[in-house]
């Protein structure tokens, strides 16, 4: 009887395979694949490059020439009232403020709308309450006929199903036989506590000057200091507004609307076709449907308004998917209808298109993630394959310090803004294709938690009752699984690299743990 040969496999034989087949692959199959992908972000990031650097060179050119835009429009008070006139020199005005189950909030934004100094016959405030729960429904009722017993014009309004979510409850609101005799509508979103003057210093832009369809303001965070995330979600938000809304405002007069914190003209909404609830970026959708009808915007960066920013990881990233899916399925869904637009023109069509959509909405977010997390690190185990020192280092840091620029008391925040936001780029690219492609979670919605002055009140002890530990809600493991790729790049890198790319790696990778074992944005803080 023969014996066959023993076929145990040690470790260190399943090692030695596992590099023999590393070898035999790489030169024929991984090299090509990588070094096709480094070219595609090295042309990606040049992109984005320009475009950062169009826009850091026309907002420097908006500040130095003074190009305010009580000098580009014409902007003069509203006429006093006289005994002939009375109020009718003062447009009609309708504030809607939408909400889903706002217990938080409802009374500050609620009380910041009867607060606007306005003629009382001339404004309407509408509230849009959607909300499931019939004690915050109950409680949002009462608020409103506590104002109502004031004098206060103001409606509670409710509907019978959510369909189109917030699109859809504005849609309806704007059915109401009252809303006939508004020029102009406000909208402010449930956590937004606008200043009194806010209609003062808004309405005459549209008043003056038919062409303008609406008059943007610029937000202010109430809670940017409660925690590191809220601090680089500041610096972010911070750039979004002071640059590339005021660049396009400044350029071609549009740029997206923000959805709330904004006034537009009903007839030129009207003739955009409404609110429509195709995609999650229902203010944006608006936005472009009417800059294809010829209607023009405005960005106040003077003007600002109150509101909050998400506290914990888990809205934060719901907020961000949202964010990212809706322009890509957005454009998805329009960019042929620019192209046929026959109004505006050709130099508008490509910067909506190729600015606006493509680079800011798609390029920023795949380029952020794919190569500084997936091929860079890529390329330390694939000697064969190097990245020049101008696309790995050069632009990206001129990029981050272009980006800054909006918040500078967050300098020093930077090295930390890189890595959180490169974590966010995982969201936000899934996002992107899910978007383009139009395929699972493209239609999510889930309303961004507010929570108001209940973090002056809510005890530690109260915060901490959250789970320690439960897998996909304390755990996140698309974090965990990128930021153990990264570790295996870095360590490489220190044992057999030539750069020093394993700086970087190891602390983006750190970066990635930390917020897989949610530790970032887990527990609302506290004053006490």
Not at 36 to 62: D, P, R
Not at 298 to 322: A, C, D, I, M, W
Request: proline share 5%; aromatic share 12%; net charge positive.
């Amino acid at each position: 009887m023969e014996y066959l040969p023993s076929t145990t496999l040690y470790p260190g034989d399943i090692m030695e395979q596992m590099e023999m087949i590393w070898e035999q692959i790489r030169v024929p199959l991984i090299v090509p694949v990588l070094k096709l992908a480094v070219f595609l972000c090295l042309l990606m990031s040049v992109m984005l490059f320009i475009e950062k650097v169009y826009m850091a060179v026309v907002i420097t050119l908006v500040k130095v020439l003074g190009r305010k835009p009580e000098r580009r429009y014409k902007w003069e008070p509203m006429k006093e009232d006289d005994v002939e006139l009375g109020n009718s020199s003062h447009p009609m005005v309708l504030v809607q403020i939408p909400m889903y189950n706002e217990k938080e909030v409802y009374q500050l934004s609620i009380g910041s709308a009867c607060g606007l100094l306005w003629p009382s016959d001339r404004i309407i405030v509408q509230v849009l309450d959607d909300s499931t729960d019939p004690i915050i429904k109950n409680m949002v009722q009462m608020e409103c006929q506590r104002w109502a017993d004031k004098g206060i014009n103001i409606k509670y309004e409710i509907r019978s199903n959510r369909i189109g979510f917030k699109a859809g409850a504005l849609k309806e609101g704007l059915k109401h036989p009252y809303v006939r005799q508004c020029d102009f509508v406000a909208i402010f979103d449930a956590d937004f506590q606008p200043e009194p003057d806010f209609l003062c210093c808004t309405i005459p832009y549209l008043f003056h000057n038919p062409q303008l369809a609406l008059v943007q303001s610029r937000w202010k965070f109430v809670n940017a200091d409660e925690c590191l995330m809220t601090r680089i979600q500041e610096m972010s938000l911070d750039y979004h507004f002071t640059v590339e809304q005021e660049v396009g405002s400044s350029t071609y007069a549009f740029f997206g609307f923000n959805g709330t914190a904004g006034v537009w003209r009903l007839s030129a909404l009207s003739e955009a076709g409404g609110w429509k609830d195709r995609t999650t970026v229902e203010d944006m959708d608006l936005a472009v449907r009417a800059s294809l009808k010829g209607w023009k915007f405005l960005y106040l960066g003077s003007v600002k308004v109150k509101n909050e920013l998400p506290s914990t990881f888990k809205t934060y990233r719901h907020q961000q998917h949202r964010w990212s899916c809706g322009p890509a399925n957005l454009f998805r869904k329009m960019v042929m209808e620019i192209i046929k637009n026959k109004k505006v023109s050709a130099w508008k069509k490509v910067h909506v298109i190729y600015s606006f959509f493509f680079v800011r909405k798609i390029v920023a977010h795949i380029v952020t993630f794919v190569f500084y997390c997936v091929v860079l690190p890529a390329t330390v185990l694939v000697p064969e394959v190097e990245i020049p020192k101008w696309g790995a280092v050069y632009i990206p840091f001129i990029i981050t310090l272009l980006n800054a620029v909006g918040t500078p008391r967050s300098l020093h925040l930077l090295v930390f803004s890189i890595l959180f936001e490169n974590v966010m780029s995982l969201h936000r690219t899934k996002a992107t294709f899910i978007g383009l492609l139009e395929v699972g979670r493209v239609n999510e919605w889930i309303v961004t938690e507010k929570l108001g002055d209940a973090l002056k009140f809510k005890s530690d002890a109260k915060a901490l009752k959250r789970p320690w530990f439960r897998i996909g809600d304390r755990v996140h493991l698309l974090e965990m699984a990128t930021g153990g790729y990264l570790m295996l790049c870095g360590c490489y890198d220190v044992v057999y690299g030539r750069g020093h790319y394993f700086l970087y790696i190891l602390a983006q990778a750190a970066a990635f743990f930390v917020t897989g074992f949610g530790y970032v944005g887990t527990l609302v803080p506290s004053s006490s």
